[in-house]
């Protein structure tokens, strides 16, 4: 497994308005994705996950969009609330992987009221 | 569904004592579970795989007499970081896979502030 970048982007989104956040993926091999939720002082919490036959998934509040040409994935936050404030991580996989992750560097969602 | 716990939460210690951090997938079982180590502003960092009932597999760089890790059953598995140093302050986190399914999802623990003074 790696970790990707040592830099954490910031996007700060108004309270009640949507939020999109975005990744991009480097393995053309990656057949599974998934976001993960990671508050401060806490573990990653599972969002939602997309497998590569698919290109759109939506759970509750949240959907997820898949476009495997240009590598990339994307979180949208539906009426974005304070308790959506955290760091948003999307990680890939691939059968070779021994289900290891590979992880991006996360994006840091800030609410603002 | 899907509950991993770790314990302790927070631990302070002494340099070159050792510290041992549990991990236990409560409603599942899972024959694989991760230890990842997060620095502050950072993305996880898999320092290794565990494997029920086998030898644990290290990511380069991590040395496995420093970081010993037990999985002696479906539920648990175990980090021991040996002879700490200041330098192994970190968060540990750990992750369980479902066993028994074409899932690769891990579900996370809480993670374990380590503080080595």
């Known amino acids: 497994g790696e970790s990707v970048g040592l830099h954490l982007p910031t996007l700060s989104v108004q309270e009640g308005d949507n939020s999109i956040i975005n990744c991009a993926y480097s393995?053309?091999?990656?057949?599974?994705f998934i976001w993960y939720k990671q508050e401060s002082g806490k573990g990653p919490q599972f969002i939602i996950d997309?497998?590569?036959n698919m290109d759109k998934r939506q759970g509750q509040r949240v959907t997820v969009l898949l476009n495997k040409t240009v590598k990339h994935l994307s979180l949208q936050i539906a009426a974005t609330q304070p308790g959506d404030s955290a760091v948003y991580f999307c990680?890939?996989?691939?059968?070779?992987?021994?289900?290891?992750?590979?992880w991006g560097a996360g994006t840091k969602l800030i609410i603002k009221p | 569904g899907a509950v991993v716990s770790q314990h302790p939460s927070r631990v302070i210690c002494k340099s070159g004592t050792s510290v041992k951090i549990e991990c236990r997938s409560l409603?599942?079982?899972?024959?694989?579970m991760f230890w990842y180590r997060q620095f502050p502003k950072q993305s996880l960092m898999l320092m290794a795989t565990?494997?029920?009932?086998?030898?644990?597999?290290?990511e380069q760089g991590v040395e496995k007499d420093k970081f010993l890790i037990n999985h002696a059953s479906l539920t648990l598995s175990t980090l021991t970081v040996t002879s700490a140093h200041p330098e192994d302050s970190s968060f540990y986190i750990c992750?369980?896979?479902?066993?028994?399914?074409?899932?690769?999802?891990?579900?996370f623990g809480p993670g374990t502030r380590l503080l080595v003074l």
């Open positions: 409603d599942f079982q899972a024959t694989t």
């Open positions: 997309i497998r590569s």
């Open positions: 990680a890939e996989n691939h059968l070779d992987s021994n289900y290891q992750l590979i």
């Open positions: 565990s494997n029920e009932g086998s030898k644990a597999t290290y």
């Open positions: 992750s369980a896979r479902l066993a028994g399914q074409y899932q690769e999802t891990q579900y």
């Open positions: 393995n053309s091999a990656s057949d599974y």
